[in-house]
């Protein structure tokens, strides 16, 4: 890959970074938020336990896209940015380009969804 495609996946993978973690922080802060003034009523506290659970589960799919993109960046610093990390082969840039902190090629992609290869961790 040349140095300036690399680099403009650089730049959006860090924006993404940066928003991703204030989108976690503020989601965190609303959860905290949510548990101020303890509900009187059943109904209230239903309301706000659904709350929490929610404002969690979203965090939850934040922290786990900022990981990712932590992981693409980390993958780049070594050198190995848009190669499968199932069978080594170049990631389609225009994979790519809709997702940046992709770790598989579409072959391997569809075979990780259909429950053919397993989750690296890497």
């Given amino acids: 890959m ?3 495609k690399l680099e403009t996946f650089r730049k959006q993978l ?7 973690r204030k989108i976690v922080a503020r989601t965190e802060q609303d959860g905290r938020d949510a548990d101020v003034g ?6 209230d506290r239903a309301a706000n336990s659904y709350t929490k659970e929610f404002l969690f589960h979203q965090s939850n ?5 900022l990981q990712m993109v932590e992981v693409a960046l980390a993958r780049m610093r070594e050198g190995v940015f ?13 994979r ?6 992709t770790r598989y090629c579409i072959a391997c992609q569809e075979k990780l969804e259909q429950g053919l290869l397993e989750e690296s961790s890497t």
Avoid at 38 to 43: E, G, N, P, V
Avoid at 61 to 65: A, M
Avoid at 96 to 101: F, G, H, K, R, T
């Fill in 2 to 4: 040349d140095k300036k």
């Fill in 14 to 20: 860090e924006e993404r970074q940066q928003d991703l």
């Fill in 38 to 43: 303890t509900a009187q009523d059943i109904a």
């Fill in 61 to 65: 799919n934040e922290r786990q896209l």
């Fill in 82 to 94: 848009g190669e499968c990390i199932n069978c080594g082969n170049d990631i389609n840039a225009k």
């Fill in 96 to 101: 790519l380009e809709a997702v940046p902190w």
